[in-house]
C-alpha cells in the first residue's frame, strides 16, 4: 500500500514535466489504430460534428478452439459524424490469454519465483468498426499484432518474507495478422478470428454506450454523466501497480506503454490527463 500511495504521490510531481509527451505518445498510438474518411473542411461552419457515438465493451476470454483458457479482452471505439455527412472514426481492441489453469491473467502478488507464458493481441490498424443498437452486437476488423511471451519472474524477499525487489526477464515472439471481433447475442458473447490461429470465445462482462466524448482514460464509474478523468481514475490504475500478467490485478487497459506492467509512466499517463 505505501509503494502504491508513493507511485501516484510522485505521479502528481512529475505530470507537468511529462504531459507533452504523453500527449505525443497518446496521438501517435491513436493515430495507428484510426479509421479516417475524406473530412473536407472539418472545422469549418459547414462541416461540424453533429452526432458522436462511443461504445466500450470488456469481457473474459474462456476457449481457444477447444482448450479452456484464463483471459479478457477489452474493445473501444468512437464515431464522428459530420453534417456533410463524413465520418471519422478511432478503434482500439486488445485480448490477453493463457493457457496456464493454476495461475490466471490477474493473481496473487505470492513470494515465490515462477515462469510465465501468455498470449496477447492488439488491434494495429483497423478497417471497420461498426456498431448495430437495434441488434445489439458490435463488429470490428482490421491487423492484429500477435504476441507470445514467456517471463521469468524473481522475487526477493528480506529476512521476514517481505517482498523488496521484483525482477523480470521475457522473451517475445510477435507476429502479424488479419482478425475480426464479432459481440453478438445482446452484447453477451464474442468471438475474436485471427488468420493463423483457433477463435478465441467468452462472454461479455461489460459493455457501454452513450454520446460521450471518448476517453481512454477513464476507467472508474464515479460519474456516469461525465467521461472527464478524475482523482478517482488515478486510484483505480495506482491499486494495480507494480502487477503483470499472472501477478497481481494486473489490466492491460491501463498499460499504456505496452510493457505488461503497470508502472510509474502508466500512472503518469492517466493523472496527467485528470480535469
Known amino acids: 500500500m505505501k509503494k502504491t500511495i508513493t507511485a501516484i504521490l510522485l505521479a502528481v510531481m512529475i505530470m507537468a514535466t511529462l504531459s507533452l509527451a504523453i500527449s505525443y505518445v497518446n496521438a501517435k498510438h491513436w493515430s ?6 475524406k473530412l473536407g473542411n472539418a472545422f469549418g461552419h459547414s462541416n461540424r460534428p453533429n452526432q458522436q ?7 473474459l476470454i474462456t476457449q481457444w478452439g477447444t482448450t479452456n ?17 463524413e465520418s471519422r472514426q478511432i478503434a482500439s481492441a486488445s ?18 519465483n515462477f515462469t510465465y ?3 496477447s493481441a492488439k488491434l494495429a490498424n483497423a478497417s471497420i468498426s461498426k456498431l448495430n443498437l437495434d441488434e445489439s452486437d458490435y463488429f470490428i476488423n482490421g491487423t492484429w499484432n500477435v504476441y507470445n511471451v514467456t517471463s521469468v519472474v524473481t522475487i526477493t524477499t528480506n529476512s521476514e518474507g517481505e ?32 488468420d493463423g490461429m483457433e477463435p478465441l470465445t467468452g462472454s461479455v462482462v ?7 466524448q471518448f476517453n481512454q482514460f477513464k476507467f472508474a464509474d464515479d460519474d456516469t454523466t461525465s467521461n472527464a478523468v478524475t482523482r478517482t481514475d488515478v486510484t483505480t490504475i495506482g491499486r494495480a501497480y507494480g502487477s503483470m500478467p499472472g501477478w497481481g490485478n494486473y489490466d492491460q487497459s491501463m498499460d499504456f506503454n505496452g510493457n505488461y506492467r503497470i508502472d510509474i509512466a502508466d500512472i503518469v499517463t492517466v493523472a496527467a490527463n485528470v480535469q
Open 32 to 37: 495507428n489504430s484510426g479509421i479516417t474518411s
Open 53 to 59: 457515438n462511443l461504445v466500450k465493451i470488456s469481457g
Open 69 to 85: 483458457v484464463n483471459g479478457s479482452f477489452s474493445t473501444q471505439a468512437k464515431t464522428t459524424i459530420f453534417n456533410a455527412s
Open 95 to 112: 485480448a490477453i490469454w493463457t493457457t496456464n489453469g493454476l495461475r490466471p491473467i490477474k493473481s496473487i502478488r505470492a513470494a515465490e
Open 117 to 119: 507464458s501468455f498470449y
Open 163 to 194: 517482498i523488496i525487489n521484483v525482477h523480470r526477464d521475457s522473451d517475445t515472439a510477435v507476429s502479424k495478422a488479419y482478425g475480426e471481433l464479432n459481440v453478438t447475442s445482446n452484447w453477451t458473447t464474442f468471438k475474436l478470428s485471427i
Open 206 to 212: 461489460r459493455s457501454r454506450t452513450s454520446l460521450m
